[in-house]
């Protein structure tokens, strides 16, 4: 089964525009987790009054999971290297390396370190992709979404051409 860790910003892309549900289509039967990090990150979020938080936490799809022993050791070892990554990243990372998993992540930095080290992840550009591929969305509905993200997460997705182009499926 496909374990997936989410970063906080693609959690806050799907969240705004409450569409949880899209990812639970894509993967499902897969387990979806978020570390300890990301999870602070979410509340200090809703402290600041973002009602998105809300819809991720009353979904109950994503497992907190604290990192184990030699995980926080790798993350101090990432924490050293790469500085520009935030905890939620450094410790995605750390634990998609350990225990196979995929991250699912936009974050640039953090893309970069993942095939620096071999480890697989997903971005928001593939996620869109294969909603289309998989039928779960139309081509229209994708081009829809993708309006709604830039319009409520202030997003600009760059290859809009690439993942709504039939040629590439």
Same mark, same amino acid.
């Given at each position: 089964?496909?374990?997936?860790?989410?970063d906080?910003? /693609?959690l806050s892309t #799907?969240?705004k525009?409450?569409?949880?549900?899209?990812?639970e289509?894509?993967?499902?039967?897969?387990? #979806?987790?978020?570390? @300890?990090?990301v999870?602070n990150?979410?509340f200090?979020a809703?402290? =600041? %009054?973002?009602? $998105? /938080?809300?819809h991720?936490?009353d979904?109950?799809? #994503?497992?907190?999971?604290? !990192?184990?022993?030699e995980e /926080? %050791? $790798?993350l101090?070892?990432?924490?050293?290297?790469?500085?520009?990554? %935030?905890? %939620?990243?450094?410790e &995605?990372?750390?634990? &998609?390396k350990?225990?196979? =998993?995929?991250?699912?992540t936009?974050?640039t930095?953090?893309?970069?370190? &993942?095939?620096?080290?071999?480890?697989? #992840?997903?971005?928001l550009?593939?996620?869109?992709?294969?909603l289309?591929v998989?039928?779960?969305? @139309?081509c229209?509905e994708v081009?829809a979404? +993708?309006?709604? +993200?830039?319009?409520?997460?202030?997003?600009?997705?760059?290859?809009v051409?690439?993942? !709504?182009?039939s040629?590439?499926?």
């Amino acid at each position: 089964m496909t374990s997936l860790v989410f970063d906080t910003d /693609v959690l806050s892309t #799907f969240g705004k525009i409450k569409r949880l549900d899209l990812l639970e289509k894509l993967f499902h039967g897969a387990d #979806f987790s978020i570390p @300890t990090s990301v999870n602070n990150e979410l509340f200090k979020a809703k402290d =600041c %009054g973002y009602e $998105f /938080v809300d819809h991720i936490t009353d979904s109950q799809i #994503f497992e907190v999971t604290p !990192l184990r022993q030699e995980e /926080v %050791g $790798f993350l101090e070892k990432l924490r050293d290297e790469r500085r520009k990554l %935030g905890p %939620g990243e450094l410790e &995605c990372i750390s634990i &998609c390396k350990h225990r196979d =998993c995929v991250l699912v992540t936009n974050d640039t930095a953090a893309k970069k370190v &993942c095939d620096y080290y071999d480890i697989k #992840f997903i971005d928001l550009s593939m996620l869109l992709k294969s909603l289309i591929v998989t039928d779960i969305l @139309t081509c229209k509905e994708v081009e829809a979404l +993708i309006d709604e +993200i830039e319009d409520k997460d202030k997003v600009i997705i760059s290859d809009v051409d690439y993942i !709504l182009n039939s040629n590439d499926l």
